[in-house]
């Protein structure tokens, strides 16, 4: 069984910062890439950031400059320095997977269940 766990949501006024961790634990053989994913109320989810197995980022522009993805390979782990937060950023935050259980098989994509972020204005 293979689960993917986050923490470091919570309420934080406009223009302050918060850290997200994301681990994943059990039967894992790698983890290619590892990102973190947003839904705000009445909106799609979308891609805040990810990262490949290399170190490899990605971002989205609304965060760019303000949001920091890092990865810790040996702990399964990835984390998000968010930094200037917006109430725009007010969101449950997913931490997204793609995981290989056994060498040579099809990686999948693990969901954990969200933190939330609200920022005040």
């Known amino acids: 069984q293979v689960q993917v766990v986050e923490s470091g949501g919570g309420l934080v006024q406009a223009g302050g910062s918060l850290r997200l961790s994301c681990t994943a634990t059990g039967n894992i053989f790698s983890i290619y890439v590892m990102g973190w994913y947003r839904q705000a109320p009445g909106k799609q989810r979308e891609l805040v950031a990810d990262?490949?197995?290399?170190?490899?980022?990605n971002y989205a522009d609304s965060v760019k400059g303000r949001f920091t993805i890092s990865r810790d390979n040996a702990k399964n782990a990835i984390y998000l320095q968010m930094n200037n937060l917006e109430p725009e950023d007010t969101a449950v935050y997913y931490c997204?997977?793609?995981?290989?259980?056994?060498?040579?098989?099809?990686?999948?994509?693990?969901w954990g269940k969200g933190t939330l972020v609200t920022v005040s204005s």
């Open positions: 990262i490949m197995y290399g170190g490899s980022t």
């Open positions: 997204n997977a793609d995981i290989k259980t056994v060498r040579g098989a099809d990686g999948m994509h693990y």
